[in-house]
């Protein structure tokens, strides 16, 4: 499985018409040709009129071909000549599952993709930017040490993912119940002796960190 993350930021006055034309035209559009549409993403830090989308496929192969019989159907020239107007901003980048990520084939009732008890979840979306040539180091750190110890204190960790191209990033998805929850939790992991060791050993190889929170909209499979 690869995912192609497609993160799109809107000119302020249209960021909540454009969500409103894509639950009622946009999402049966993009989930007809676009592979496993994963997930919506909206965000509630940093940017905020920004939406986050993730679409799964097999293979590059299996997307090219998605893409392709996309950009030449009547209904995609229609969305986006819409579409287009309200976005100021779009950016794809290709993720790839490593092979210790819990999320790492495309199966529409995977248990980590809904929880029955919990109706819209929080997610926390974490970036690791290695220094040059601490990728491997850093990936063989995150499995053995960050990801188990890790387990303890999340609600749900959901995928560990690389980039295809581009800086060497590790690519981690969390979620929670509430946001209360993420911080009484992350507080229990800083205050933990363990888990400060190894975010010192893992800061030694990492060039820079950013954390950003989505919440999902209705229609979307990861929620």
């Known amino acids: 499985m690869i995912i192609d993350m497609r993160t799109y930021t809107y000119h302020p006055d249209t960021y909540r ?17 676009l592979g496993y549409n994963l997930g919506l993403f909206t965000a509630s830090s940093g940017v905020v009129n920004r939406t986050v989308q993730w679409f799964a496929y097999d293979s590059h192969d299996h997307r ?35 092979e210790f990520s819990p999320l790492r084939t495309i199966d529409p009732n995977h248990p980590l993709l ?21 990728l491997s180091a850093a990936l063989e750190l995150v499995e053995k040490q960050l990801f188990p110890r890790a387990q303890q204190f999340a609600e749900w960790t959901i995928a560990y993912l690389t980039g295809d191209s581009g800086p060497e990033r590790i690519y981690e998805l969390r979620a929670y119940r509430t946001l209360q929850s993420r911080m009484e939790r992350n507080r229990a992991m800083r205050a933990d002796p363990q888990y400060r060791q190894i975010l010192e050993e893992l800061g030694s190889r990492l060039r820079e960190t950013d954390s950003v929170i989505w919440e999902t909209q209705s229609m979307s499979p990861l929620h």
């Open 114 to 134: 809904t929880d029955p008890a919990c109706e819209r979840r929080m997610f926390e979306f974490n970036t690791y930017e290695c220094r040059p040539g601490q």
């Open 17 to 33: 018409p454009f969500l409103k034309f894509y639950r009622e035209q946009g999402y049966a559009i993009t989930s007809k040709h």
């Open 64 to 98: 090219d071909a998605c893409r392709k019989g996309y950009l030449t159907s009547g209904t995609k020239i229609d969305f986006t000549n819409d579409a287009d107007k309200m976005i100021r901003q779009q950016e794809s980048r290709v993720l790839i599952p490593t």
